[in-house]
Nanobody, 116 residues
Framework: QVQLVESGGGLVQAGGSLRLSCAASGRGFSIDHMGWFRQAPGKQRELVALITMTGNINYADSVKGRFTISRDNAKSTVYLQMNKLKPEDTAVYYC??????????WGQGTQVTVSS
């Protein structure tokens, strides 16, 4: 069993920044890729950013140049630094972690609201 705990969401004005964190805990697991998804009400869930164990990174076109994903393997934690936030970034953000090369686990979600 793996649990993910997210933190860092909140309310911010357009142009501001937030940093999301997601820490994985449990026993007997090995982490492969880690990523962030988001979903706004009435909208389809979308991949925001993904980082593999070896450091390969993919971003959604909508966040390129503004968001940065990183990981600390010693802490089993993935981060999402979000800069130049826009109202369109408003959503619930979920982290996702692949463990043991098979199973995906999800965080509880953290609300990010960007006001204009």
């Amino acid at each position: 069993q793996v649990q993910l705990v997210e933190s860092g969401g909140g309310l911010v004005q357009a142009g501001g920044s937030l940093r999301l964190s997601c820490a994985a805990s449990g026993r007997g697991f090995s982490i492969d890729h880690m990523g962030w998804f988001r979903q706004a009400p009435g909208k389809q869930r979308e991949l925001v950013a993904l980082i593999t164990m070896t450091g390969n990174i993919n971003y959604a076109d909508s966040v390129k140049g503004r968001f940065t994903i990183s990981r600390d393997n010693a802490k089993s934690t993935v981060y999402l630094q979000m800069n130049k936030l826009k109202p369109e970034d408003t959503a619930v953000y979920y982290c996702s972690v692949q463990v043991n090369g098979l199973s995906n686990y999800w965080g509880q979600g953290t609300q990010v609201t960007v006001s204009s």
